[in-house]
């Protein structure tokens, strides 16, 4: 076996004992066992001295270790949170486990603060063996707890670890030499035995595994049935997606108690949005109880379906939804199938597989199958849920109006012939839904009565309170927009993207300093946001903090060495300082990386023009302007080469357009078309556009002048 072990932080180089050592095992807990059994060990103690901090990350700390609610509380609950699974319509995206990284690796480095002066010791071994919540989770606790408190140590016996993991240890960590395993004391075969079922099956002795396999079938099935046993005694919710399963799954009656314990976890995860541990438990259902138990395989498959769907694996997820959709005639599965594979057409497949006509022919027979239900209120609720789902692919058709009408009628039934307390939340998926579709009718108004009653009744989902923005923003409501922005950003675990909106509204809002502090929060979280590493750099340049800009240029660059936009802020960066031949090689890289790159063009045209070379600077002038036709500063400095050249009439011709165009400089352009209409005989047009010029300068003002 090939033990490797790594360690980083401020230890790394003699780490000493860790103060938390857990195994990140899937098989004991399944997704963020690692994390979940931190959690656990550190929560209470901290939920002692500072429980705003826990308070804080509750979300996080309860999606990973939900066994703590009975020590911290529920923690911030929404219309998601509370649905019972036959209302649950509402499923998270794959970035989800990212955010709750984030939030308990922010948890762990408060936590170091609040801890004795040395360093937070934390050593995860079997990460080869994690789930990859887990090693999504170690790869970000590697990357942000640089420069803090926090020692890491890694192991893994020497599988595959994901790309993002081995990338961060190679980073961020130092391999280091693999203690001699102890012995310990002879034991016999039995002995063996029991220490292998015990381990939940995660043991890599080689003793105890021969025990293992040499053993009666029968004798292996009992021990895993009583261990079983044991375990759910225990209680933990957490187990019950890890060891319950397995030794139900290696039990006397795989089948039945195996693949109910499995399809218990399945529909945890896909709750969770955990849909990596879905890839793991889905199959093993199918095998367990095979298509004779034919709900629970439709079932599964269609969870499974998801998950590859949402990981991007949609050629796969069709297959099997159309296996299980070509192997029942059960009504629920044709609805549901019938429905995720519009979705796939409309929504999930790449761009070149869409097909929004394929998706309205799907979604249409879920419709018609919804309305044949005999129980009213499933049928109802099914029918309503198939036609908000006809409701999206007919606004990717451009059908608006229609989808409008869909998402209004549907929500107006469901008041009308639903229980008022029944399905809550599908009722606010739907006012969301004709919030949005509002929105993108141009009624903005109306759109922000819907976001509004959505937020009364499902106040704490962040989601909501970043549409509302976009809407008060429209409604130009700056102040209520960032408001929405701050709201959302405490509701729950970190989200860039809020973040990068609200910057954006700073920078609008000349709120310079903290557009720039969002940005940074964004490159944190999340490096590879290359737009928001662009415009933060821009934001440092034009507040002359060059010094500042540089490391995150160069981090850029170490992500994509290819991208356009950097290598032009980094020949930019070389110009200001005096280095031409450098900017130089700089734009022209960016422009071999993007030919229509139109910062790098203009640059280049300028140090064309300054190094005498008036018609390269003009071609490159004239590229740009055709990939920004409507920039009134690119028709100016085109102007200005004409006008250099001799070129009178191409000058004010570019001029006369830039006039045309917001945010020009209408004084500057006026006075130079004068020239130009001065040059080529014209006084009377050169007089009229200096008498303009004055009069859009505003009134002067005498030298002296109090």
Known sequence: MNTRLWHSGPEASAPEPADVSVSCHRR?????????????????????????????????ILSVAPELQDRIGAGPQTLTSVATPEEQTRVYAAVRTRRLAHGLVELLVAYAQLSTPGALRLAFADADEADHTDQE??????????????????????????????????????????????????????????????????????????????????????????????????????????????????GGDPAAAGGDALYEAVYHCAGMGFWHAILDYAPRVRALVGPGRAEVYAQVTGKMSSALAFLGRTAEAERFYLEVRGRYALPLTQIFTGYALSMLYTRLHPPERRDHVVAKAYVNSSVTVATLLPDPELRTFHTVFQLNGLALVEMHLGNLAESFRLVDEGLDRMERELPVDRHRLHRSALLHNRARVHAALGR????????????????????????????????????????????????????????????????RSDDTEGAIADLERVVELEPDQLDARVNLIGLLLETDAAKAALPVLEEGLRLDPDDARLLQLRGQLAWESGQRAAARRDFDLALDADPGCVPALASRATLLFEDGEPAAALRDLSRAIESRPDDPDLRHNRGHVHQQTGDWRSAAEDYTHALTLPDADVPELLRQRARCHEHLGDTTAAESDLERARAASGPAVAVGAA
């Open 444 to 507: 903005p108004a109306e759109a922000l009565a819907d976001f509004t009653a959505v937020i009364a009744l499902d106040p704490n989902y962040p989601d909501y309170y970043f549409d509302r923005a976009d809407v008060l923003q429209k409604l130009g409501d700056d102040a209520a927009a960032l408001a929405d922005y701050d709201t959302a950003i405490t509701l729950g675990p970190p989200f860039w993207e809020l973040h990068y909106n609200r910057a954006d509204l700073r920078a």
């Open 28 to 60: 004991l807990r399944g997704p963020y066992t690692g994390a979940g059994t931190l959690m656990r060990a550190l929560v209470p103690s901290v939920y002692d001295r500072r429980p705003d901090l826990v308070d804080r990350h509750a979300i996080e």
């Open 137 to 250: 989770f170690l790869a970000i606790l590697l990357r942000r707890t640089q420069g803090t408190r926090v020692a890491v140590s890694v192991s893994s016996r020497g599988g595959n670890l994901t790309d993002e993991l081995a990338a961060a240890l190679d980073r961020y960590a130092r391999p280091a030499d693999v203690p001699a395993p102890d012995p310990g004391p002879a034991r016999d075969q039995d002995r063996l035995l029991h220490a292998y079922v015990d381990s939940d099956g995660t043991s890599d002795d080689p003793d105890e595994l021969a025990a293992y396999r040499a053993a009666d079938p029968d004798t292996r099935a009992r021990l895993h049935d009583e261990r079983a046993e044991r375990l759910r005694r225990d209680g933990d919710l957490s187990l019950r997606l890890g060891a319950i399963p397995y030794h139900l799954e290696h």
